[in-house]
């Protein structure tokens, strides 16, 4: 159900998946690729944050906007209740939280549109009877910021550079007139633009190949799949594809429980 | 000697706790925190729960059994 939900709502919703059961990071990410769940946008871990206090699996919770519990229970049974939350939530994301100030209001809206400096500015700017309420939408649209540029950072660091050079650009654009976020995506263009990255990017475009083909095809670590990935480390030594393809290698090797 | 076990028990459960332990169960309207002391698989950046506020978030309990 999550995955469906993932892959019908994109970047408006987050799925952590949490592997609960007595298995390794390692052995449940080769489990990932080998059932192809592996996709761009759900996260995955070993580390249960909490615990819904449901017996069985699958399991789970639904955390709404401001991180609070809206939902626990067992997603396969409620899904239809699941999903009219969470589709509620994106709409109050992008209108609003009821009972927000004028304000806030409006500055949520430009943020929302992707214009993060006017919104910043806006709720700096605010009248004296909405100060807290403008304080408080900040502090939010700088921390949902600030995991902008860590997604970005992410992105390079992981050798995304197709998606890198998107956000980098819708990124630039949102931030243009705040000096401190302005430095963050100057920082990550630097980098971007960085003659060495010529090699990553070819080894990137190499990679994502053989990925691709572990996902689509027939799946998983098969020996067509780990000799390319081998050729990946061969003809593209000491960059972060050829770790990328390493660390795939590893989990070839790992046993399945 | 009793002490001296209890004492070695403690050092050994501390050395191998995580940076965070994680909360008890949750119910509706609690604010769970959370830091992760491992890198996330296709983790985008995401350190901690409070990361992924602004947006909904779906958090499945799965296993591979």
Not at chain 1, 37 to 57: C, H, K, Y
């Amino acid at each position: 159900m999550s995955l469906k939900m993932q892959e019908e709502l994109g970047d408006d919703v987050t799925v952590l998946f949490v592997q609960s059961q007595e298995a390794t990071p390692e052995q449940a990410e080769k489990f990932i690729y080998n059932k192809r769940w592996q996709n761009d946008r759900s996260i995955w871990t070993t580390e249960q944050p909490f615990s819904v206090a449901i017996e069985g699996l699958p399991s789970g919770a639904l955390l709404g906007n401001d991180g609070s519990v809206l939902w626990s229970g067992r997603p396969t049974s409620d899904h239809s209740k699941v999903m009219d939350m969470v589709n509620e939530q994106i709409k109050l994301a992008k209108k609003g939280a009821k009972g927000m100030s004028p304000t806030a209001a409006k500055a949520n809206g430009e943020y929302e549109k992707g214009n993060i400096a006017a919104a910043l500015k806006m709720l700096d700017g605010a009248p004296e009877a909405e100060k807290a309420d403008a304080g408080k939408l900040r502090h939010s649209l700088e921390t949902r910021t600030k995991a902008k540029v860590a997604r970005l950072d992410w992105y390079i660091e992981n050798g995304d550079y197709d998606k890198a050079d998107k956000l980098l650009a819708t990124l630039q654009k949102g931030v243009a007139g705040d000096e401190k976020f302005e430095a963050s995506a100057k920082t990550a263009a630097d980098k971007l633009a960085a003659k060495e990255l010529a090699q990553e990017r070819e080894a990137a475009k190499a990679f994502a190949k053989v990925q691709k083909l572990m996902l689509d095809g027939k799946g998983g670590f098969d020996d067509i799949a780990v000799k390319q990935l081998t050729a990946v480390t061969t003809k593209y030594p000491n960059t972060r594809a050829a770790k990328r393809a390493s660390h795939l290698i590893d989990l070839s090797k790992v046993s399945d429980s | 000697m009793r002490f001296v076990w209890i004492a070695a028990a403690t050092a050994a459960i501390a050395a191998v706790a995580p940076a965070q332990q994680r909360q008890g169960a949750v119910k509706v309207g609690d604010v769970p925190a959370y830091t992760f002391s491992r890198p996330l698989v296709n983790g985008l950046g995401v350190k901690s729960l409070a990361d992924l506020q602004g947006r909904p978030v779906m958090v499945e309990y799965w296993g591979v059994h």
